[in-house]
């Protein structure tokens, strides 16, 4: 052991080149408890081929020893090399020590490669070998949430709880907060949260905290812990704009627009940021600012559906059908139909008494938007205007139809088949 330790030290203190001598002396005339010690050691430093060798060595020596035959397969792990691993993994006896330990290894390379019923069957065949290895179980729990079944997962957590808190550096209460708050569980996931937030204060933690706090409605809660993160770490970019949500929920539209404009200091092209930012100015009353933000969400991503129909709104509100039509056309050069926009193209066009060309966009858009209320109300009314009177009847009856007590539709349509008639 005290070669083992002389070589370990060399590599600590950069002595390279004296430490692989004694890795070689211990290669070929070393002992085979050598061997095994100095590979373990060389593998958690990083130093995987000559770790290999001598892995490989030993393997000369006992080559059905499933412990060595574990260690090759981490390495080819670590090196890439997942199915050479499996092919190591796979030579380990069913009666071998290590066998479970390669089932494990399995169920993680099957995981990796998203062949979840494989893997759970190699986690399961493991449990039953070892029925009270809890290690298992946290396997379990975490292939489990990776396919959102988060139940079982829930299950698998629980058995891991009584043991454990914390393995490989997770806190198993925080997985059951994600897997609880998943779930649509919130009361139950935000007690998960304040037991990992004890055990330790981890920002990740404290976001998913504030965010199953908001869900669950606690909007005062939401604001305090997403506050907490922020002053935290103010680059955490995922918090302003639910930290904003928060605050607009509370009705507090200042302090909702002030935690966008922090986020998009630090996000500057974040579009739901300038989006939801344009969104409170509009409800601030600022539709300059609105429109700026608008605008600037349509820069992030010209195909940024949501917030070219809410800028067309503001400037159809304003008047402004040729900036509507420009609006439109950044979409039309890019292909993309959608019917909302064709209505407000529509809209636009018939402000600008360009008339046929306002009812060939009208009747474009009708298949998709046959169902919609408003557009068959704007649509009737431009029919009726246009003199088309057999056709706003046919529209009228369909409004009326699906609101059958709308006096004015009813009205409407009397005094269109009077005309008519």
Do not use: C
């Not at 691993?85 to 020590?97: F, G, M, R, V």
């Not at 959102?148 to 808190?165: N, Q, S």
């Not at 990740?204 to 905290?209: A, D, G, K």
């Not at 209320?373 to 056709?391: N, Q, V």
């Amino acid at each position: 052991m005290d070669k083992i330790n002389k070589i370990i030290t060399l590599l600590e203190n950069g002595q390279h080149e004296e430490a692989l001598a004694g890795y070689e002396k211990i290669l070929k005339n070393g002992t085979n408890d050598e061997r095994l010690l100095l590979g373990e050691e060389l593998f958690q430093y990083g130093f995987l081929e000559e770790a290999k060798k001598l892995f490989e060595r030993l393997l000369e020596a006992y080559p059905e020893e499933g412990e060595i035959l574990v260690n090759l397969a981490e390495i080819s792990i670590e090196q890439g090399q997942e199915d050479e691993a499996l092919q190591t993994l796979n030579k380990i006896h069913e009666d071998d020590p290590s066998y479970p330990q390669s089932l494990l290894l399995q169920a993680d390379l099957y995981q990796m490669e998203g062949l979840y019923e494989v893997s759970e069957q190699k986690l399961l065949q493991a449990k039953s070998t070892l029925p009270d290895e809890f290690i298992i179980d946290f396997a379990l729990g975490e292939l489990y949430m990776e396919q959102g079944r988060f139940i079982e997962a829930i299950r698998a957590y629980d058995k891991v709880l009584p043991v454990e808190v914390e393995i490989a550096g997770v806190n198993v209460h925080q997985r059951l907060g994600d897997a609880y708050s998943a779930g649509g569980a919130f009361e139950e996931a935000l007690t998960h949260y304040e037991k990992a937030l004890e055990d330790s204060l981890e920002i990740n933690t404290l976001f998913h905290y504030a965010l199953t706090a908001y869900q669950a409605g606690m909007n005062k809660t939401a604001i305090e812990k997403f506050t907490e993160l922020k002053e935290l770490d103010p680059e955490y970019h995922s918090l302003y704009l639910y930290l904003a949500k928060s605050y607009e929920r509370e009705e507090d539209l200042e302090n909702s627009f002030q935690a966008i404009q922090e986020g998009l200091r630090y996000d500057e092209y974040n579009k739901d940021l300038s989006f939801y930012a344009g969104k409170i100015a509009l409800k601030l009353g600022n539709e300059e600012e609105a429109e700026n933000q608008f605008r600037q969400a349509l820069v992030l991503d010209p195909e940024f559906i949501e917030a070219a129909l809410t800028l067309n709104k503001l400037l159809l509100h304003q008047e402004r059908y040729e900036d509507v039509l420009e609006i439109i056309e950044l979409f039309n050069e890019n292909d993309i139909e959608e019917p909302q926009l064709i209505w407000d193209e529509a809209v636009a066009l018939q402000h600008l008494e360009k008339y046929s060309e306002a009812l060939n966009k009208y009747q474009l858009a009708y298949n998709s938007l046959k169902n919609d209320l408003d557009f068959l109300s704007d649509y009737g009314y431009f029919l009726m205007e246009e003199g088309k009177r057999e056709e706003a009847i046919e529209i009228f009856s369909m409004l009326l139809k699906k609101d059958p007590s709308n006096e004015e539709y009813e009205e409407t349509l009397q005094r269109l088949s009077e005309q008519l008639y």
